[in-house]
């Protein structure tokens, strides 16, 4: 698959199968990440990868799916996670843009996941002491985002937003995701 392949194939993904993701992938998506821009190279991003079935379960309760759709969009029950990449900022390092540099190294994991056939959803809404407690993070590192990583057991569908950009899911249980096209979004030398 080429690069672009793989983006336009990527799509959140909320339902996986009951499959272990091996650690030796987990370390090439960070390290992947570990190469991403940095704002001034300043790399402020640290990672933890979570395989380990007991610590899985334990990121789950910090975590909230699909916010237009709840709870219909959550994980079933049996189809969660099977790994967990959580990024960190370490404060330590002076970050200049850590927003940026996190969302660099996460669209880093994504995209090299789906390369090797795992998928992903990028968390943002996280409880995020809950989850510094569970993985023993030291103070100067704040828990940015969770990348959920497993094989896909769902098939989201992209489609032209025509008005709202609400992901939803179809009567046959489809997750359907609209993107605005790129007529509205493409300008060609000017505004216009
Ligand atoms: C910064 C950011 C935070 C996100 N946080 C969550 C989240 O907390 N929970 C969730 O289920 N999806 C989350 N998502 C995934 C978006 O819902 C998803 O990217 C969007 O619906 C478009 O779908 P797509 O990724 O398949 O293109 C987040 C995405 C981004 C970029």
Redesign the pocket.
Known sequence: MSVYDIVLR?????CFKKKKVPFSILKKLVNAARLAPSGANIQPCEFIAVNDQATVNKIFPA??????IRPQ?DPPKGREPRAYIVVLINRDKRPLCPEADA?AC?ENI?LVAWGYGIAS??????DKNRLGRVLRCPAHCEVK??V?LGYPDER?Q?ETARGSIK?YKDKKST?R?P?RSLKEILHRNIYR
């Open positions: 990527r799509r959140s993904i909320r975590l909230k799916w699909a916010g237009y969009g969302a996460v994504l959803c990028w968390l943002g809404a996280i985002y969770v959920a989201p992209v992901y997750l995701v993107k």
